[in-house]
């Protein structure tokens, strides 16, 4: 009897503690979320960001959270968005553009960081290589400065009487700069005298295309970077008024008033994002995770925007396209 009483007595804690244990609710992931851009700007990739993480299963409020932030105007406040997310004990912080992927890396050292939409993540110290980033961040580069040349080529295919061309770029995105320093070789030969118009505040923007205009230029190639993904219409709208064709690196800056644009789709890098964060939640390290490189580009051309100009995009632009603007 006492063998049986003492069996009976286990069997009902065990049968108790599981109870107790299957009424533990299970942990939320919790996301954060930091763009140094705005909202509207950003909404094409955090769409697709959104989407891709539907496809995995997540569904927001549901069994997964995410925290979001979005900073345009002072991008010193990113360390302080970024602290203000960790503190929110999140699992993953997902950071837009290299300043807001710096601005991560700089506040913590523990928790897996995934970045969208930067340019040399070497070179910025977000990764120790392509293949084995080390630390504790990973995700999908945006070889904006791989693709220097091509958009150049692009524009002079475009406007053939090309010789002066103004290069926006802004000093204070890591990201922009070496786009900046990309573009000499390229222009060198293609016989292109490079202007710089150096611009990270948006007040500047006016005084620097007349500036343009006063130095000779005859175009704009409009780096990646986040200021000026803040003001992509503005930037169009300048253009247009001062007589410049403009290149841009994605598809979005061509059909707010860009010419034309060349670079990786917004929505592939969004879905991708979701992915290395599902990756993450399911074990991986980030060091662990090659940063990936985008192998799929768009060509979009505003012929709207050239017909403002008073130019005719040649035919052998046009059949490049992937999508044409009109």
Known sequence: MGRIRHWFICALLFAVSNGVDAQQPRKIPRIGYLAAVTATADAPRLDAFRKGLRDLGYIEGQ??????????????????????????????LVAVTTNAALAAKKTT????????????????????????????????????AVL????????????PKLSRLAVLWDPKAPGSVPQWHDSQQPARDMGLQLYSMEVSSVDNYRAAFK???????????????PLANSNQKLIAELAIVNGLPTVCARGDYAENG??????????????????????????ARPADIPVEQPTKFELVVNVRTAKQL?????RSVLVQADKVVE
């Open 258 to 283: 860009c010419m034309m644009a060349y670079g990786p789709s917004y929505s592939i890098e969004g879905r991708d994002g979701a992915r290395y964060v599902d990756r993450i939640l399911k074990g």
């Open 63 to 92: 069994n997964i959270i995410v925290e979001y932030r979005h900073e345009a105007r002072g991008f010193d406040r990113l360390p302080a968005l970024a602290a203000e997310l960790v503190t929110l004990k999140i699992d993953v």
């Open 148 to 159: 220097t040349a091509k958009r150049m080529q692009l524009l002079k295919e475009a406007v």
């Open 310 to 314: 008073g130019l005719t995009v040649p």
């Open 109 to 144: 050292s523990t928790i897996p960081i995934v970045f969208m939409g930067v340019t040399d993540p070497i070179a910025a110290g977000l990764a120790e290589s392509l293949a084995r980033p080390g630390g504790n961040s990973t995700g999908i580069t945006n070889v904006a």
């Open 211 to 225: 500036e343009a205009v006063n130095a000779g230029s005859h175009a704009v190639w409009i780096t990646l970077n």
